[in-house]
T-cell receptor, first 113, second 118 residues
Framework: QKEVEQDPGPLSVPEGAIVSLNCTYSNSAFQYFMWYRQYSRKGPELLMYTYSSGNKEDGRFTAQVDKSSKYISLFIRDSQPSDSATYLCAMSAWGGATNKLIFGTGTLLAVQP | DAGVIQSPRHEVTEMGQEVTLRCKPISGHNSLFWYRQTMMRGLELLIYFNNNVPIDDSGMPEDRFSAKMPNASFSTLKIQPSEPRDSAVYFC????????????????FGPGTRLTVL
């Protein structure tokens, strides 16, 4: 079993829809949770960063962490065609000197105009 | 800032040949990471350096892979001999690590090198 599981999709939604992307994990030591966005033929870029449990909102994006269920989510409101990309969750047990991220395999999202 | 620079962007080689991938991290960053991305396995950490010193190379697949960081502004990932199963996109990333759990640990990725081994 992988440490981080993510549905690969693809997920296709109409413009304006609310999108929900999810990851589950098995390592209870994880406490730093990130979402990266990767456009086709580009490197991943950090989208959201949360520590421990709770919610974090940034514009149309909301990240949720439920450590009791070992489950994290990224919600995109009013999705736009420019949101079409692969979304990778990533997590780490320690954000300091041993900053080793474990990534999910990514979910491919297509927002149709 | 130019961001993380990787070269070449594309590499096509034949099985058995030596391949060298290059990375220039963002100036001032002290951590450097090499990742491999495939459809089947996703993004996997191969090795990472902190202050030019290899910290964890447990992700390096086998002895055919080696990485060096001779100075703070340059790193190489070498595959010798290359095999078709090494075909993947190889990413380099860098971060500023100050030992605190802050956004300064954000990893910035380069554009990747797409390697095809025939």
């Amino acid at each position: 079993q992988k440490e981080v599981e993510q549905d690969p999709g693809p997920l296709s939604v109409p413009e304006g829809a609310i999108v929900s992307l999810n990851c589950t994990y098995s390592n209870s030591a994880f406490q730093y949770f990130m979402w990266y966005r990767q456009y086709s033929r580009k490197g991943p870029e950090l989208l959201m960063y949360t520590y421990s449990s709770g919610n974090k909102e940034d514009g149309r994006f909301t990240a949720q962490v439920d450590k009791s269920s070992k489950y994290i989510s990224l919600f995109i409101r009013d999705s736009q065609p420019s949101d079409s990309a692969t979304y990778l969750c990533a997590m780490s047990a320690w954000g300091g000197a041993t900053n080793k991220l474990i990534f999910g395999t990514g979910t491919l999202l297509a927002v149709q105009p | 800032d130019a961001g993380v620079i990787q070269s070449p962007r594309h590499e096509v080689t034949e099985m058995g040949q030596e391949v060298t991938l290059r990375c220039k991290p963002i100036s001032g960053h002290n951590s450097l990471f090499w990742y491999r991305q495939t459809m089947m396995r996703g993004l996997e950490l191969l090795i990472y350096f902190n202050n030019n010193v290899p910290i964890d190379d447990s992700g390096m697949p086998e002895d055919r892979f080696s990485a060096k960081m001779p100075n703070a502004s340059f790193s190489t990932l070498k595959i010798q001999p290359s095999e078709p199963r090494d075909s993947a996109v190889y990413f380099c990333a860098s971060s500023l690590n100050v030992g605190l759990a802050t956004l300064t640990d954000t990893q910035y990725f380069g554009p990747g090198t797409r390697l095809t081994v025939l």
